[in-house]
């Protein structure tokens, strides 16, 4: 808690002022939590003072929200890139993120439980810049980090705004942001080492050295290439639902099975329900040791699949599209849905899981 409030001062976030009148002061409350690795091994203690941003009027307290972060498609498609590149793909997160986020609005929040001023106690602080749990706070911070990096020579992407791409002569470097988690790598590796030179120079950090886990996904980089699976995302999720005692099956239930609702059932909480099923539907009992494999040294060619079933749904008799991308050999983004309309035809079923494939 005391290295918290220590980089406050350092990155001057605060000031203790006079309470100042028809102001909202927004409370706060210390937050902790376990930092663990993809063996669920304990590697970090965290101690957040957060701000209760539930209290925030929008238009005073706060205006701009809305910060861009990384798709999972996104990390899988960098991955990709990485085998075919040939390169190393490192990690590192930024201590207290959101303290670098400078505040566009007047925002006041009261003195942490166990630190307050014995000489002005009923002071409270004015905020220069984020803290954890404001509205505003990811905004800032994206636009703070963002605003850095193009400074240093980076460009923006152009769709996803959350990677980051600098060229030197015949190499390149990518940046990959998702809050205060980055991934980064380069086709010449002292690029690497001056990426987090430069970062680590600018604000704190803590690197992590190679990419093994981010996002819920486990990544072994090998020679050959990298191998990508969610063997402890499985078993979060099995002891979430109490699940990690049941008998495993090779297959999900049968596509023709008809399912009717039961008026004298017991009554679940529909909202955990649909959780639960949205979690587990897809999972069998091979399904945690199965991963993608991203081999290096070939195309990158973009090849997409897409299939669709005719008025598969027995009730509604709406049909069900699946579609898959490759980048070379490297599978990078699928999905499976029923479609929203009612195709009168096998063809009609076709054209629309084409136009979803290709959008």
Sequence with gaps: MQEELNQFESLKVWRLVPRPKNKTVIGTKWI?????DENDIIVRNKAHLVAKGYRQQ?????????APVARIEAIRMFLAYATHKNFIVFQMDVKSAFLNGVLKVEVYVSQPEGFVSSENPHYIYFLDK?????????????????????KSGFSKGKIDTTLF??????????VQIYVDDIIFGSTNPKYCQNFSALMSKHFQMSMMGQMKFFLGLQVKQ?????????????????????????????????????????PDGKDVNATIYRSMIGSLMYLTASTADLGLWYPKETGFELTAYS????????????????????????????????????STSTAEAEYVVAASCCS
């Excluded at 791409?165 to 990518?174: A, M, Q, Y």
């Excluded at 709406?318 to 309309?341: I, P, Y």
């Design 58 to 66: 929008e238009g005073i307290d706060y205006d701009e929200t809305f």
């Design 222 to 262: 090998l020679q050959t290439g990298i191998f990508i699976n969610q063997s402890k995302y499985i078993s979060d999720i099995l002891r979430k639902y109490q699940m990690e005692k049941s008998s495993p099956m090779k297959t999900p239930m049968s596509t023709t099975l008809k399912l009717h609702s039961d």
């Design 32 to 36: 902790f939590k376990n930092k663990k």
């Design 130 to 150: 984020a803290l954890y749990g404001l509205k505003q706070g990811p905004r800032a911070w994206y636009d703070a980090l963002s605003s850095f990096l193009v």
């Design 165 to 174: 791409i600098k060229r030197e002569k015949n190499d390149i470097i990518l």
């Design 307 to 342: 299939d669709a079933d005719h008025a598969g749904n027995m009730l509604d008799r709406k049909s069900t599209s699946g579609h898959v991308q490759f980048l070379g050999d490297r599978l990078v983004s699928w999905a499976s849905k029923k479609q929203n309309c009612v």
